[in-house]
């Protein structure tokens, strides 16, 4: 093994622990915050009793399941974690699952009688689920069956594979959700056919090809998360909302941020709006000979665009002829699970590690850091289920492009973030008229004019739905609301031809996001066909499609998807 090879592995092995450390510090921080806490006796009294009972009767079903007694035998749980034949084909693994199961359940039940704050209600709950999806007997070789059975059935090799996955995702520096060897970016990932016409230290601007002879005469941009790679909006033909667009007959333009190193480590939220979108829109408009444009954001994107148009709006600038808000937060009233990771002493911490106000300088926030914390706020679907997988059983996880975009993290830097956390999730300042200056302009996002498209998803962790129908009260203009299934990403990246789940829609936007449900039709099938036709109205005229990206001015550097999605964190 090279001298290379030694310290790239040693740097992965550390970046893991460096993740895994972070976040145990953050349930170190919420388990302090308990000392106070207590169990109304009554409530502990009920708790146990319904305890001591349930488990004598299961005690005595699994004695009588060994004995062979009247043909008992533990009916193993209804859990997925469980769901294989050996668990029910060993009494003693069936008892294990459901003593298991019982042991959560009442871990839970007492949780959910602590008395104190709702916040810390919230952390004690977050940190006793943890807990438990950790400890359950499925994770482990020695009380899990099915791995059990494979490792004997193959005298081995699947614990030897199993190490061996082990070792990779160690070196990789995450646990492999998808077989990533599969995908490259630009080869079957993020293929749709397009130009860099425009680059900064931030960003590279990507024009795409047009599909249809006429194209609508206003361009669209779209300005996708930076914690995450563009590509989320075209994985693959099928499924991707940018070719969709340019389908639609749009000429669209798309930011791809740079996966920012050391000399970004500096930048501010103030360098990301002047440098990010604003500068994104000039150049569009310039290469276009539009006045205006459609702009679309998603997640932390629509954050961004927003804060820049709401920039532009104080300069007397009102570029957008319509803004498209998907999952994303303006108001930070109801951030869902994530509240429980965000106080004055955490944002302080981070402030004197990585922001500004660091003594050794400002630093990065390392992607994987994030997509680990984001991984633990569903640990079986994200974390425990791939441990089982890859190292107990020595399977290697079935390719999925949504899952390799997961794994493919980017960092932030310090002072950037820094500013965000206290300002959106700490103290929500963004909703607030002439509360923040941003580039030297006071900031209120009602001034901005455009008719604005809101979407959210109705099982969406990171972006709760209610969080996201707050936005109906910060913007003045006309607006849509639109709820989709599912969650975060996969609500979202939901085309027509697939024909699956529904979405909601209700016209009427009263103050609160139950009240619009009440009234809300739910429609089978994508909600993509009802944002283009949105949008479309909002588009402009028909005009020739151009010929070649670009302009005199804005020549093309590269073809798409470019250099900066390309860098790995």
């Known amino acids: ?79 997925r974690r469980f769901a294989a034949k050996d668990w029910a084909d060993n009494p003693a693994a069936a008892y294990t699952a459901q003593m298991y199961l019982l042991n959560a359940r009442t871990m839970m039940q007492m949780a959910e009688q602590i008395q104190g704050d709702e916040k810390t209600k919230a952390r004690v709950r977050f940190a006793v689920q943890q807990w438990v999806d950790a400890v359950s007997p499925s994770n482990f070789l020695a009380l899990n069956p099915e791995a059990q059975r494979k490792a004997l059935e193959t005298k081995g090799e699947s614990i030897s594979q199993g190490l061996q996955h082990l070792w990779h995702d160690v070196q990789q520096g995450h646990v492999s959700q998808t077989d990533e060897s599969v995908f490259e970016v630009g080869r079957n990932v993020a293929t749709t056919e397009g130009t860099v016409v425009f680059e900064n230290e931030l960003f ?145 911490l981070r402030e004197m590690t990585i922001g500004a106000q660091s003594p050794k300088g400002p630093g990065l926030l390392k992607g994987q850091e994030l997509a680990q914390t984001f991984s633990f706020l569903r640990p079986n679907d994200l974390v425990w289920n791939y441990v089982v997988g890859n190292y107990l059983k020595g399977e290697t996880p079935p390719p999925f492009d949504l899952l390799y975009w997961n794994g493919d993290s980017t960092n932030l830097p310090g002072p950037m973030y820094c500013w965000y956390l206290r300002n959106t999730y700490l103290e929500n300042n ?50 849509r609301f639109i709820l ?24 009427n936007l009263p103050a609160k996001a139950d009240d619009w449900f009440e009234g809300a039709e739910s ?36 073809p798409a998807p470019g250099r900066y999605v390309k860098a790995k964190a």
């Open 1 to 79: 093994m090279s001298k290379k090879t030694t310290a790239s592995s040693g740097e992965a092995g550390a970046q893991v622990l460096a993740g895994t450390e972070a976040f145990g510090a953050a349930l170190t921080q919420i388990w302090k915050s308990m000392s106070d806490l207590s169990l109304p006796p009554q409530a502990m009294s009920s708790v146990q009793s319904d305890y001591l009972q349930q488990a004598t009767k299961l005690w005595n079903e699994s004695l009588q399941a060994v004995t062979g007694q009247g043909g008992a035998k533990v009916t193993p749980p209804a859990d």
């Open 523 to 558: 429609i089978a099938g994508s909600w993509w066909p009802d944002w283009a036709e949105w949008l479309g109205g909002h588009a402009g005229k028909m005009i020739a499609a151009p010929k070649t990206p670009g302009s005199r001015k804005y020549k093309a550097i590269e």
């Open 204 to 348: 590279q601007l990507i024009e795409y090809k047009p599909l249809t002879a006429k194209i609508h005469e206003k361009p669209m941009l779209f300005v996708p998360p930076c914690i995450n790679k563009y590509y989320i909006l075209d994985l693959q033909p099928a499924n991707s909302v940018i070719r969709y667009t340019v389908e639609q007959g749009h000429r669209v333009f798309v930011v791809s941020w740079r996966n920012a190193d050391e000399s970004c480590a500096h930048l501010t939220w103030d360098d990301y709006i002047e440098q990010g979108p604003i500068a994104a829109i000039d150049v569009v408009k310039e290469i276009t000979g539009s006045d205006t444009l459609n702009t679309l954001g998603f997640c932390v994107g629509g954050t961004i665009l927003s804060t820049a148009l709401a920039v532009l709006a104080a300069r007397g600038e009102h570029p957008a002829a319509s803004v498209t808000l998907l999952t994303t937060f303006v108001d930070f009233s109801d951030t869902g699970i994530l509240d429980i990771f965000v106080d004055e002493p955490a944002v302080q």
């Open 484 to 507: 989709g299934a599912s969650g975060h990403i996969a609500g979202v990246i939901n085309p027509p031809k697939a024909g699956k789940r529904n979405y909601w829609s209700n016209d």
């Open 430 to 479: 963004l909703k607030v008229p002439g509360k923040l200056t941003v580039c030297g302009e006071k900031l209120d996002l009602g001034a901005i004019k455009a008719p604005v498209y809101l979407y959210a998803s109705r099982e969406d962790h990171i972006v709760p739905w209610q969080g996201a129908y707050a936005s109906t009260g910060v913007f003045k203009g006309k607006k």
